[in-house]
């Protein structure tokens, strides 16, 4: 065995910064900012920035995948030219670490029939899931930020937040009496496939403490208490593993169902539990 340095490693085009596995430093709750950005058109969302569907399936996406073709799982998106290239630029880096650790492939939109189309609206918010045809997700002002960007495509891919599973009582406690009127049911539970993965405080799907708070009291507090929860930093290894569960994506899973990244054979790593991948940059 021997030490690579991971800021070496390149591939046309690609640079892996040295951050390869990391912590959140960043204590910024991405859902706040979220709720903030979202404050006007909360009522048309679910969840905070989840756009309410009368034809939705409770389970978590039995007929919302996006199709399979030749192994890669292709999610055609459009790009308004409301943003900068700069944002462009940004938005397509966030993509870059789906490619890099599923067999998802965000496509230019041509002549494909259902697409997303990510505009700069009021707020940040996606649909769950393929709902078929064009189907908007919006990055509005202070969204086009690395984490928000995969959050929101996670949504698209057919993702619930993270403390929505069935099974979050035993790892969370919400405080209801703290939230603000209207938004309690928020933090409903939604019928979810677990895929068999643990429950994720670190997910970049999950609530952070303060969300929906009418009092600045905590909404929601982990069982675990030396948990933190509401990172918007990154996608965990957990996200990733879901995402790659979900779309059967098995060459990017480990034979013993561990996910591995997938940064460049043979360099391939994992990043501990509670760490997050490092974020890629051009
Ligand atoms: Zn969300």
């Known amino acids: ?36 950005s979202n404050s006007p058109i909360s009522h048309y969302m679910e969840e905070g920035d989840v756009m309410k569907s009368t034809k939705r399936n409770a389970n978590v996406c039995s007929n919302c995948k996006w199709p399979k073709i030749n192994g ?16 462009k630029q ?10 890099l650790n599923t067999c998802v492939r965000f496509v230019p939109q041509s002549t494909q029939s259902s697409w997303v189309n990510i505009v700069k609206n009021s707020g940040c918010w996606s649909w769950i899931g393929r709902t078929g045809g064009r189907q ?3 990055l509005g002002s202070g969204c086009v930020t690395h ?6 495509l996670i949504h698209a891919l057919g993702f619930w937040h993270e403390q929505s599973r069935t099974d979050r009582d035993l790892y969370v406690r919400i405080h209801l009496e703290n939230v603000l009127d209207g ?33 600045n009291r905590f909404t929601i507090t982990p069982i675990q208490t030396s ?13 990733i593993l ?11 899973l480990h034979k013993d169902g561990e996910w591995d990244n997938k940064l460049g054979e043979p360099f391939t790593t994992k990043c501990p539990r509670g760490q997050a991948i490092s974020h890629i940059t051009r």
Do not use: W
């Open 242 to 252: 879901k995402i790659n569960k979900l779309y059967d994506c098995d060459s990017y």
């Open 183 to 215: 938004y309690q049911r928020n933090f409903d539970l939604h019928e979810t496939n677990n895929l068999n993965v643990p429950y994720d405080y670190s997910s970049i799907m999950h609530y952070g403490s303060l969300d929906f708070s009418r009092n």
């Open 227 to 239: 948990a933190t929860i509401g990172q918007r930093v990154q996608m965990t290894e957990n996200d």
């Open 147 to 152: 984490g928000i960007i995969q959050h929101e």
């Open 1 to 36: 065995m021997f030490e690579v340095s991971r800021s070496h490693v390149s591939e046309p085009h690609i640079i892996i910064s040295t951050n390869y596995c990391s912590v959140f430093l960043d204590g910024v709750t991405i859902n706040s900012k979220i709720i903030s």
């Open 136 to 138: 908007d997700l919006s």
């Open 72 to 87: 890669l799982v292709n999610v055609p998106y459009k790009l308004t030219e409301d943003f900068s290239s700069d944002e």
């Open 90 to 99: 940004q938005i397509q880096n966030s993509m870059s670490s789906f490619h």
